[in-house]
């Protein structure tokens, strides 16, 4: 049997780091670990091959080779993998869909043969089994969530590594809080679910053997869910960075209750996490409280913040607009926030209910769901379903938002902030053995120096706002010196984050002229018809 592997491309949107990405010669973040997993879940006697449609083209000879496809993604990607499904069925090509994707949009809507319905690992044998008989039922459903014992080492062999610029690692799935607008805990449950210290050190040495240097993303839902279990992994983690000489980097998604675990951070530290994206969402507590975002609330969230920068993370931040409780001065007390809390990388989004959500649920009793979105609530010109707030006054907030965090000097202003709290000046740096020299940040890796190029000719020379970059770059290279890789990351990142908002602001007056335009047409259809 031939199994061809198919990942939808993913729209443009902030998260796709899209224009930063170009910098360094790359044509995506990450690779897909779901279908590499599958792969390796798949009988040994198939040929497989994956095609991952953000990096390289489905070619008509690879749908010719295949006797099945398998594709999967996530809600965002719906578009490209319906296109995907129709053209595999055009061809008679018998199509399976699985993965997050299949947890919230109806089977009948993906368009595919079979739909996969939970995680892969206890129900791959029984499908591919069927597959193979000709007697495989258009839908299953896995009966329970399987522990992570059960999932392989993902098929490396499979990508073209060199084309992203983070290979991935699953450490644990699920988280044990609660948030009202979180797919993932209806997905994934609240128990976190680990993999043993074994299976992560070996997908690390798998990833080393395959020559890779630079970033790791370890892509958890959170990474903290079981703290006991974290620290276990992490005292492993520096030990095999220590045994190896590797100098990877790892970045991880987390809850901002990381901030009271000092060991935690510490050990972060130790073992090379250089970056944690964190849901901040709001800084008003209301909405905090609303959406069950508990964990959030009786602390400084500024103060948090700065204490997990201050172990050399660098946080990332989810944000959220259109909460019940968001009140006309929302837009003002979100970019202060944002500017103070030293964030470079701010992902200011418009709250969406995802299907199967309890947010969700919760407005369909309300009557206020307009339709199921489509999964993109950091590059959205519309809610689907109805605020609190006049939409069209919180949609032009948001664009408000995104314009003055994205300002070239305020965004400069984050970075060194983050950079001051992060990488303090050597004299008060404790003196370090190895593992702590590990831990510091290369001065320029080989990656970030091409990216260090572009980045002066397409910021510096031909870029909008050269003034404002000159002057920063010079300031990495003298005040920053001891971070100035860091720095320029950060500096190229700002470029991403500059050019979308650009876009959204294009696409919301589209969006607005559109939208007074269909007004004044059923006004004049009105009044003729009267
Ligand atoms: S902390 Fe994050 S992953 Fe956990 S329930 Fe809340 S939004 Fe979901």
Known sequence: MNALLVYPEFPETFWSFRHALKFLGKRAAQ???????VAALLPVAWKKRLVDTNVERLRDRDLKWADVVFVSGMHIQRESLVEIVERCRARGLRTVVGGPIASSVPAAELKADHVVIGEAESLIGDLSRALEAGTARPEYQAAERPEMASSPLPDLSLIK???????????SRGCPFNCEFCDIIEIYGRRPRTKAVAQVLAELDQLLAAGWRETVFIVDDNF?????????LLRAMAEWREETGARFDFITEASLNLADDVELMQLMKDAGFRSVFLGVETPDESGLIASNKLQN??????????????YGLQVMGGFILGFDTDKEDIFDRMVEFIQKSGIPIAMVGLLQAMPGTQLFRRLRREDRIVDAGGGNNTFCDRLNFLPRMDSAKLIEGYRDVMKRIYNCEAYYERVKLYLNRAHPKPAKRAAGERAKKLAT???LTRDNMRALANSIVRQGVLGRHQWSYWKFLASAATKYRRCFGTAMTLAVMG????VMTRKLSKAMDKATK???AENELLATTDGSAR
């Open 31 to 37: 690779p897909p670990l779901g279908l590499m997993t």
């Open 161 to 171: 590594m060199r084309r992203y610029s983070t290979m991935t690692v699953q450490y």
């Open 224 to 232: 903290i869910g079981n703290k006991a279990r974290a620290k276990e």
């Open 297 to 310: 609330t009786r602390r400084s969230l500024l103060e948090s913040v700065a204490t997990i920068q201050s």
């Open 441 to 443: 940040p290369p001065f």
């Open 495 to 498: 470029y991403h984050f500059q």
């Open 514 to 516: 559109a939208a007074k």
